[in-house]
């Protein structure tokens, strides 16, 4: 059946179904009134929203609904990782074209709860349009119980510079699709998992909060850019070290000379960089299983250096994903 | 200059700029970290999202960009209203064609922070994004400091239905837009505002919720189709007397026969729908200068019948606004 068969009412009555029979004692009202409501408290309040446009941040075609719908999602929470937060709620606003087939919904739905669950994220409200593309906006809001939160202007020059996870793979991934590239399953399998599935790092935000860590963003347009972002806000500079740089292992076995830039440049990995004094990312580094590695230094300057072994500058061009202009 | 020669990160340090400058004591991060970050209290907490989508929600060529950023913020605090709440913090999501013009942009937010100051809202974040049409899609937070809301879930058969305002004037101005009908420089002006400019219920919002009023929804679908949300929500039924619909003059005057039916079904109005029983209602007409007019009654049955002077029933076909399907 098409959504213009079932009609707005009539897909919003589903997706509501699929996303009741939550538990959270504070919500009031979730989907159906005019608004969302729940009973507020004093921690910090947290929100953000990104969007999901067809042809632009996913390819016609390739992706799989359910993996959009974690997606979409995913990229959020990671917002509210990269603050030391806990999510909370979202908001979802779906733009469809008629001829969209209401099972593709649904999975991208199913996808959506999958990770929403996981995390108890409830899907409190949202709007459903008609649209000649499919356009996903999500909003989600959490808190800090803690009441501190990690920004991105708190950098000091002498910090080290450290990033969670292994970096790649994302990029590998879309590069994988898009030039329909071949590798072994379990390689093919992480490059896909990365780009479509990546895992937000809200246990670990929240960590690093407990630690005493002060600056944190998700990489999400790339390593480079985003502690670009850290040292614009921030008004320091920064070095990173190329020899340092997790690197997934199975992007260096896949990609060779190719591997490091999709690491600094190719972005969506979804991991947090941040910076602390060395004894701060010990701590961290005891508190987590999760592998956290120190690729660099704040500076006293402005921008983002990267150099490679002998100290010598790599010129990585425009590095980094933004909207409207080319890389 | 197009936004692909700004590009994204030179767009939100504009737009950021635009909205800043904000006095608000529970702000901590606005526009320009990973999330916006409040103080949060005890209150009950309020979260609506609505998007407007190019040839769809306003066809393109049509609409001036400030009328459409005050239309997409006013469509959400109207949202809010509906709850009988105070709208605080919104973020804004954009999705714009590269070669759009960056002063059309920037009207567009002079527009939207034009409403937004008139009732203390503040732009605290979203993302921009390239897409081959203009998306806009607002999330509004606001709280309700009386920890009570108008819900659509609490009509009781016996109560009356109450709107504010005058109604119609929306979808005229919609004809008068579509069709290029010629009205008289006040008529035109009305129209105009009504479809372009709409003044969500705020103030009214609260004083139904002080003055003890439990259910109310405001009208974007269409008279029929909002008043229908609120019976199903509270499992009743309800009856429109047409001949008590509060028509807005200049409709009348310039539409003739069809006025009724843009009263009744052309939605975008953002007047309050409301039940309540005679005292309250009473009470609500004396405690404001809007005006407030009952229509009709809530029943035990289910669904809306619409009756003229006769009583006898009014069909209306499909009434109100449903995306996807044909009215």
Sequence with gaps: MKVSELGEFGLIDLLAKMAGGVQDKQLLIGIGDDAAAWKGDASIQLA???????????????????????????????????????????????????????????????????????????????????????VISITVLGNSPKNQILTRSSAKPGELVAVTGHLGAAAAGLEMLNKKLKFDPPATTRFRQAFF???????????????????AIDISDGLVADLNQICKASRVGARIDTDRVPVEPKVLAGFGDKALELALTGGEDYELLFTAGAEIIDKVKKATSCPVTVIGEITAGAGVTVVDRQGNPVDLGKAGWEHFTRR
């Design 197 to 215: 599935k990546p895992t937000p790092r809200i246990t670990e935000g929240q960590l690093l909060l407990e630690q005493g860590v002060k600056t």
């Design 48 to 134: 953000t929203v990104d969007s999901f446009i067809q042809g632009v941040h996913f390819p016609t075609g390739i992706a799989p609904w359910p993996e959009l719908g974690w997606k979409a999602l995913a990229v959020n929470l990671s917002d509210i990782a990269a603050m030391g937060g806990i999510p909370r709620y979202a908001l979802v606003s779906l733009a469809l074209p008629p001829q969209t087939e209401v099972n593709d919904v649904t999975a991208l739905y199913t996808g959506m709860l999958e990770l929403a669950k996981k995390h108890n994220v409830t899907i409190v409200g949202g709007d459903i349009s008609n649209a000649p593309l499919v």
